[in-house]
């Protein structure tokens, strides 16, 4: 009679991650957590789903962060350092003020109308009452790094003369609102769909052809 031996299958293990492998298993950590928060919402999501995806413990988890808001906070930060260095690149080319503000508005709406972005902005927006620190740091990791780039496109403007603007800070401030803004909420209330199509490329040209004439230095009286 024969016996016969089978060798065990290496299993999974969940648990501490061996040392020096504690930053791949964040990463592992956010990788998981960010489509699940985005597609569940942050009431829905739980964090056993999280660690199942992740292939981690929950006390793996919570080593690394706080609570599930913390993770959600770090899912917020990972997305926008992955996606305004794009905004600060198109910045900085150069070109006349039209053509650049163009641009950063172009890149900023191309990643702003991704239904990632619009799916992190809604939960955001359903949880301000009792989580305020993820809109904070939308905006100042996000929103707060943008507006500097128009300054600096109204402010090289004003020295070429192209416009004429002087609270820069302020004027910056309404170009958000005029080519940004606008297509942003109307995509998170679902009045629009997600991507830059034709038509709101058209008409984010027109508002920014509006602005630039709203700009311009004004021609002076001959008398």
Avoid: W
């Avoid at 016969?4 to 492998?21: D, E, F, N, Y």
């Avoid at 919570?62 to 917020?76: G, H, Q």
């Avoid at 080319?93 to 239904?115: H, K, M, N, S, W």
Wanted: aromatic content about 4%; some cysteine.
């Amino acid at each position: 009679m024969s016996v016969v031996t089978s060798t065990p299958q290496a299993s999974i293990r969940l648990g501490r991650p061996q040392k020096g492998t504690e930053g791949e298993a964040a990463s592992r950590i956010l990788a998981a957590a960010k489509p699940i928060f985005f597609r569940e919402g942050f009431e829905a999501t739980s964090i056993e789903a999280i660690a199942s995806a992740a292939s981690v413990s929950k006390k793996t988890i919570y080593t690394r962060f706080d609570s599930k808001e913390d993770l959600f906070e770090a899912v917020v930060v990972r997305n926008i350092e992955d996606n305004v260095p794009m905004v600060e690149r198109a910045a900085a080319e150069d070109g006349p003020v039209a053509e650049r503000l163009l641009r950063i508005a172009t890149v900023t709406l191309d990643i702003a109308l991704t239904p990632d972005c619009i799916a992190m902005r809604r939960i955001i927006v359903s949880e301000a009452a009792r989580s305020p620190a993820f809109a904070r740091r939308l905006h100042d990791d996000g929103v707060a790094r943008v507006i500097p780039l128009i300054e600096r496109c109204l402010e090289d403007g004003n020295a070429s003369g192209e416009i004429a603007v002087g609270d820069v800070r302020n004027v910056a401030d309404l170009f958000l609102g005029l080519a940004i803004r606008g297509f942003v909420e109307k995509a998170e209330l679902g009045l629009e769909g997600p991507g830059l199509t034709h038509l709101k490329r058209e008409a984010l040209k027109r508002a920014i052809d509006f602005f630039m004439l709203a700009c311009r230095r004004a021609p002076p009286n001959r008398t």
